[in-house]
């Protein structure tokens, strides 16, 4: 038996244990992951978006206090913000708005915040106390859904034994 023809792995914070998937019977006929790359960036996003609306809770099971001090100030100055949220920026860098960077090539993609973002010092501070990119094992579950639709897609698209032209 060949080596596996498409194989997704994921390496997360705490690991999402060896998270992978092969897909032997399109061998040679993947040339463009775009399609999948960009159901991973909606997970992506949705799974950003859930660590920020629970504070953590969803990913990392609770982000850590704000010291006594810097809670007082907050709320003076910042009344209501949940922890994680100050202007926004390093919520809206994460979760697909302002300070956010995609990139889906063909074969890869990045997803997350864009280097020249303004929340990035607030961000590295940020994730030393209260790691934002830590995702649930339930979040596998998201995964596997955004790679059977596109599978699912792909074959449907290209019957085996009838190879696409171009990618899936």
Same mark, same amino acid.
């Given at each position: 038996?060949?080596?596996?023809? $498409?194989?997704?792995?994921?390496?997360?914070?705490?690991? !999402?244990?060896?998270?992978? &998937?092969?897909? #032997?019977?399109?061998?040679?006929?993947?040339?463009? !992951?775009?399609? $999948?790359?960009? $159901?991973?960036?909606?997970?992506?996003?949705?799974?950003?978006?859930?660590?920020? +609306?629970?504070?953590?809770?969803?990913?990392?099971?609770?982000?850590? /206090? $704000?010291?006594?001090?810097?809670?007082?100030?907050?709320?003076?100055?910042?009344?209501?913000?949940?922890?994680?949220?100050?202007?926004?920026?390093?919520?809206?860098?994460?979760?697909?708005? #302002?300070?956010?960077?995609?990139?889906?090539?063909?074969?890869? /993609? #990045?997803?997350?915040?864009?280097?020249?973002? /303004?929340?990035?010092? &607030?961000?590295? &501070?940020? #994730?030393?106390?209260?790691?934002?990119?830590?995702?649930?094992?339930?979040?596998? +579950?998201?995964?596997?859904? +955004?790679?059977?639709?596109?599978?699912?897609? /792909?074959?449907?698209?290209?019957?085996?034994?009838?190879?696409?032209?171009?990618?899936?």
């Amino acid at each position: 038996m060949g080596r596996p023809v $498409l194989e997704v792995s994921f390496t997360t914070d705490p690991p !999402l244990h060896e998270f992978a &998937y092969q897909v #032997d019977r399109f061998a040679n006929e993947i040339e463009d !992951l775009r399609p $999948l790359m960009e $159901l991973f960036g909606d997970v992506f996003r949705s799974e950003m978006t859930q660590q920020f +609306a629970t504070e953590g809770r969803h990913g990392s099971g609770g982000w850590a /206090a $704000l010291s006594p001090a810097y809670e007082e100030w907050k709320r003076e100055h910042f009344p209501g913000r949940p922890i994680g949220v100050l202007t926004g920026a390093l919520r809206s860098s994460m979760t697909g708005g #302002d300070g956010y960077s995609e990139h889906i090539g063909e074969m890869t /993609a #990045d997803f997350g915040m864009d280097e020249s973002s /303004a929340a990035v010092p &607030y961000g590295k &501070y940020f #994730d030393v106390r209260r790691p934002v990119i830590r995702m649930p094992e339930s979040a596998v +579950a998201s995964w596997r859904r +955004a790679c059977q639709e596109w599978l699912v897609a /792909a074959t449907r698209r290209h019957p085996i034994g009838k190879p696409p032209v171009g990618g899936l």
